[in-house]
């Protein structure tokens, strides 16, 4: 028999976790991105997936996240902290905005990928974070005032 071999009575189940269920981290989850996003494209694919469309609110995003991102990775997808507290605990920050795995879990964006190291589920997550974290409007206007790390005329701050 092949190895893919179903008995024609057996029975299929779906399963399908309730509201709030966040899965546990695979080594899968921290597989490194391999794809070719832009860090631009990474904004706008995670203003996409949390449905923020108004063309003003994009811009304040975009701006204060390129910011944000050039301070936390340079712009590298797959760039790991090995150096401060958080990694001293086995919770290195990852991705393009450092975001550690529990905060990436909690505030993981429905429809984007479960890798951290994935660019739009990564900042998808981490504008999640800061939205509710710090109270960033939807709308972005208050990003810069409200997280250091995203106003270019502020000293860098981990946030």
């Not at 972005?140 to 860098?156: C, E, M, T, Y």
Request: aromatic share 10%; no cysteine; charged share 15%.
């Amino acid at each position: 028999m092949p190895s893919n071999y179903v008995p024609s009575n057996y029975m299929q189940r779906s399963y399908s976790p309730g509201p709030g269920f966040v899965p546990a981290a695979t080594t899968a989850d921290y597989a490194r991105y391999q794809g070719n996003v832009s860090v631009d494209a990474a904004i706008e694919g995670a203003l996409d997936a949390l449905g923020i469309t108004d063309p003003v609110a994009r811009e304040y995003w975009k701006r204060g996240y390129q910011v944000l991102i050039e301070r936390e990775s340079g712009g590298n997808p797959n760039a790991v902290n090995n150096w401060d507290s958080n990694a001293a605990a086995g919770k290195a920050s990852r991705g393009l905005t450092q975001t550690i795995p529990g905060t990436f879990q909690g505030y993981h964006v429905a429809g984007t990928s479960s890798n951290i190291h994935d660019p739009v589920a990564n900042v998808a997550a981490s504008m999640n974070y800061v939205m509710e974290r710090y109270g960033v409007s939807r709308d972005g206007h208050d990003l810069q005032a409200k997280v250091q790390q995203a106003d270019p005329n502020r000293s860098p701050k981990g946030y």
